[in-house]
């Protein structure tokens, strides 16, 4: 599905993320992350930095500042395409070319978009990975997570793999197998609903800001309709009044919709970024990069379009 | 009223409170555990209660 030649089946995202920077970076190493990735994944940039790994973080957005952040013994790129949970959209294109002029390696972690939505790989990544505990998965039931690249790399990585014991059970590769078989019907339904259930928060009174690439005035529209296809992906935030009891009470209004610690399956969930950031960040630190307590992030499923929006439209009352 | 398809989505995932007692434990496959509000994500955050199936799984405990 992702167009490389082997991937390699994890026990989990954060599994196939480990295995595969454990196995390409050693001590004396350069890497450049993207500052916009799932949070765990940040965490682990402190434990490479334990391990002899140099890395800078940067604004992936930003690339002619990336430019200039590449040194003499960078040996990898790291990025996700949308970031979490503001939906910022980098240019992998411009990304992986400037990572190859410095014979590095562009690792994309493509969670969020699925291959339905891109293909990294056409556009010059080296390395796709994914947590399959998500889209893949697809019913909240199942923890997996997979790493794709040529024949190659997936040698370098293959060894760490087997001795650090990342590999996915019997059980789960074959739930996950199941799923896959839905997985364009699901996106189809589930990317359909996040532009038309996008669309209709614009309209509330309640929500001060929409966050979702499909929107003209997103940041990067332009660049998400270039190297997006078929939608702009499932992930929506937005922002209401900075108020956690009224947030509380809005969570406690929804009939169906669910506050899950998880994204990506077939009902449709919310989650509170900051909630999820705050032992980990100041709340000065929150406050600069967007993330307040009227920020709700959804991840929309399969429901019915109709249903979905009568229930955002009831709670958000609570705002009123 | 909810339409059919959404129905379908969410018919038999609650709780049964009456089946709580197997004499073997179930086993518990949920990637992730459902939220009450941002409290109930601090207290589940701090060990409080399961919420995401890397982090905790009751299946996993009782055996560890
Ligand atoms: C973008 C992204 N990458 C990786 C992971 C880690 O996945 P897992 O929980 O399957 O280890 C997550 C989990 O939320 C994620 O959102």
């Keep these: 599905m992702e167009n490389g030649e082997i991937t390699l089946i994890c026990s989990s995202g954060i599994a196939d993320i480990s295995t595969t920077l454990f196995s390409l970076l050693k001590s004396g190493d350069h890497a450049i992350f993207s500052k916009d990735i799932y949070g765990e994944t940040i965490e682990l940039i402190s434990m490479l930095r334990n391990f002899g790994i140099d890395i800078t973080t940067a604004d992936f957005t930003d690339i002619e500042t990336l430019k200039t952040l590449f040194k003499a013994n960078t040996k990898l790129v790291y990025t996700e395409i949308m970031?979490?949970?503001?939906?910022?959209?980098?240019?992998i294109e411009k990304i992986s070319s400037l990572a190859h002029q410095h014979n590095c390696l562009t690792v994309v972690d493509s969670t969020f978009t699925t291959p339905f939505v891109i293909k990294p790989i056409n556009f010059g990544a080296d390395i796709v990975i994914h947590s399959l505990t998500k889209f893949f998965g697809g019913h909240s039931d199942v923890t997996g997570g997979s790493i794709t690249s040529s024949k190659e790399i997936i040698n370098k990585i293959r060894h760490s793999y087997l001795l650090l014991g990342a590999v996915l059970d019997a059980n789960s590769s074959w739930l996950i197998h199941r799923s896959i078989k839905t997985l364009g019907l699901r996106m189809k339904a589930q990317l359909n609903n996040a532009y038309t259930l996008a669309k209709a928060?614009?309209?509330i009174?309640?929500?001060?800001e929409v966050y979702y690439p499909g929107l003209e005035e997103h940041p990067q529209h332009k660049l998400a309709e270039k190297i997006l296809s078929n939608g702009y992906g499932t992930m929506i935030s937005f922002?209401?009044?900075?108020?956690?009891?009224k947030v509380d009470q809005f969570i406690h209004s929804l009939k169906t919709v669910k506050y899950l610690g998880t994204l990506g399956g077939i009902r449709t969930t919310i989650a509170h970024p900051v909630s999820a950031f705050r032992g980990e960040f100041t709340n000065e630190e929150l406050y600069k990069m967007g993330l307040t307590e009227g920020l709700i992030r959804i991840s929309t499923g399969a429901e019915d379009i109709n249903d979905l929006i009568a229930d955002f439209t009831q709670a958000l009352e609570v705002f009123v | 009223m909810l339409s059919e398809n959404t129905e379908i989505l969410y018919r038999g995932t609650e709780q049964k409170p009456n089946a709580l007692s197997p004499e073997t434990p179930p086993i518990y496959p949920a990637s992730a555990y459902i939220i009450d509000d941002t409290r109930d994500y601090e207290f589940a955050n701090n060990g409080g209660k399961y919420f995401y199936n890397r982090t905790a799984n009751p299946n996993r405990d009782g055996l560890g």
């Excluded at chain 1, 922002?239 to 009891?245: G, I, L």
């Design chain 1, 83 to 91: 970031a979490n949970p503001l939906t910022q959209v980098v240019d």
């Design chain 1, 205 to 208: 009174s309640a929500v001060k």
């Design chain 1, 239 to 245: 922002r209401v009044e900075d108020n956690r009891d």
């Design chain 1, 201 to 203: 928060l614009k309209n």
